[in-house]
């Protein structure tokens, strides 16, 4: 399977706890999204890479929340001490530059706050 | 602030139907549009995209159309059936690169 993959698919953690979700893309595409989804809205735009470079954040993403993707490949986002707020579906995707611009979704992770 | 609406938020029709769901966006510097569908709790499929430059974009029974110059795009279902019943949800790429997003039609096609 060429497409995005999202480990875990489900994540269910206390109040408190940190987590980690991570994203791969497909591969060669050098552009890396994160979104989140709550319950009956469209996605939200958190944080977007180019290659290993995180160039923008959105103000939703608090100091909790870090994103990272250290070889320009795969992503993690990680949130600290999470709260029920948290409760949501994490979407990646990625896009290749110049390719209509298209970006490709991976599964999600949803992520219950307990 | 782009901002984008879908209008209806829910639709319930019979199956057979021919039927149009909308999407406004409020700035028209985009790169493209895309709608998407998305089933209960699940990820997004990629339906179409249209690019700014373009007018429309048919696969199979679906047809969208963008007219940028008045902020619209119109997503067209024919024939429809009890496997289309899904939420559907269109997303302009603006000037920043990112995805947003409108909150979505709930379409229930009833056998």
């Known amino acids: 399977d060429t497409g995005v993959s999202q480990n875990p698919r489900h994540k269910i953690t206390k109040r408190g706890q940190n987590v980690t979700f991570r994203c791969d893309p497909i591969s060669e595409h050098n552009r890396l999204y994160w979104y989140r989804q709550t319950l009956g809205q469209g996605p939200e735009f958190l944080t977007y890479?180019?290659?290993?470079?995180?160039?923008?954040k959105s103000r939703l993403l608090s100091d909790r929340f870090s994103a990272e993707r250290p070889k320009g490949s795969f992503s993690t986002l990680e949130i600290q001490r999470t709260e029920q707020g948290d409760s949501a579906m994490y979407l990646c995707?990625?896009?290749?530059?110049?390719?209509?611009?298209?970006?490709?979704f991976g599964p999600g992770t949803r992520l219950t706050v307990l | 602030k782009q901002e984008v609406t879908q209008i209806p938020a829910a639709l319930s029709v019979p199956e057979g139907e021919n039927l149009v769901l909308n999407c406004s966006f409020t700035d028209s510097a985009i790169y493209n549009l895309q709608w998407f569908r998305q089933d209960p709790g699940k990820g997004l499929t990629s339906l179409l995209l249209i690019q700014s430059s373009q007018r429309e974009q048919t696969s199979g029974r679906l047809n969208a159309s963008l007219d940028k110059s008045s902020g619209r795009s119109t997503l067209y279902i024919a024939a429809s059936q009890p496997g289309d019943s899904a939420t559907y949800l269109c997303?302009?790429?603006?000037?920043?690169?990112?995805?947003?997003w409108g909150a979505g039609t709930k379409l229930i096609i009833k056998p």
């Open positions: 997303a302009v790429l603006d000037s920043n690169y990112q995805l947003i």
């Open positions: 995707a990625s896009s290749l530059p110049g390719h209509y611009n298209e970006q490709f």
């Open positions: 890479f180019q290659n290993e470079a995180q160039l923008e």
